[in-house]
């Protein structure tokens, strides 16, 4: 095809060039690779910064119920980079996004570290929060309301996240 350009540039070889063009256009096959290499790369990224480092935990080895969690949360991300419409494509916009996803990742990943006690039910909490308008959360001292459940909503995607921490409930059950 190459020498055929160079040898012969006429009215037929244009339209060919145009057809062969236009059935790369149809089946969209640059978006699709490009859309593999991403995953790909989150999955590199998860690889390097997160897996590799995984063993060292504030607290000496994490426990499994916590590796699970956080496994999850990954899995999760992973699920929306290579379904969600959003981030399907190949312009600037879509390869931006792509920042929030592995902001989250370290999030999730820093919170995984605290060992905190809330870790090992984040997801459970955090389905609970996105399904009430209002919860409480009522639990030990030092098991992460504070510090840990701030960090897991910003990385579910909540812009605006207030904590108090109120000596006493205003109301009774």
């Given at each position: 095809?190459?020498?055929?350009?160079?040898?012969?540039?006429?009215?037929?070889?244009?339209?060919?060039?145009?057809?062969?063009?236009n059935?790369?256009?149809?089946?969209?096959?640059?978006?699709?690779?490009?859309?593999?290499?991403?995953?790909?790369?989150?999955?590199?990224?998860?690889?390097?910064?997160?897996?590799?480092?995984?063993?060292?935990?504030?607290?000496?080895?994490?426990?499994?119920?916590?590796?699970?969690?956080?496994?999850?949360?990954?899995?999760?991300?992973?699920?929306?980079?290579?379904?969600?419409?959003?981030?399907?494509?190949?312009?600037?916009?879509?390869?931006?996004?792509?920042?929030s996803?592995?902001?989250?990742?370290m999030?999730?990943y820093n919170?995984f570290?605290?060992?905190?006690?809330?870790?090992?039910?984040?997801?459970?909490?955090?389905?609970?929060?996105?399904n009430?308008?209002?919860?409480?959360?009522?639990?030990?001292?030092?098991?992460?309301?504070?510090?840990?459940?701030?960090?897991?909503?910003?990385?579910?995607?909540?812009d605006?996240?207030?904590v108090?921490?109120?000596?006493r409930?205003?109301?009774?059950?």
């Amino acid at each position: 095809m190459i020498n055929d350009s160079i040898e012969n540039s006429s009215i037929k070889f244009r339209q060919e060039i145009g057809k062969l063009t236009n059935s790369y256009l149809e089946q969209d096959t640059f978006s699709h690779d490009t859309n593999l290499l991403k995953v790909t790369a989150l999955n590199a990224f998860i690889r390097d910064h997160i897996l590799h480092q995984q063993n060292s935990t504030k607290g000496g080895a994490p426990n499994k119920t916590s590796v699970s969690m956080l496994n999850q949360h990954i899995d999760r991300i992973r699920k929306l980079l290579s379904t969600k419409d959003v981030y399907q494509g190949c312009t600037l916009e879509h390869f931006q996004m792509i920042v929030s996803l592995l902001q989250s990742i370290m999030i999730y990943y820093n919170c995984f570290l605290l060992q905190l006690p809330l870790f090992n039910v984040s997801i459970d909490l955090l389905k609970q929060i996105e399904n009430n308008t209002v919860t409480t959360i009522e639990t030990a001292t030092g098991s992460g309301k504070s510090t840990l459940l701030p960090a897991l909503l910003i990385a579910e995607g909540y812009d605006k996240v207030i904590v108090t921490q109120p000596r006493r409930l205003p109301c009774s059950s």
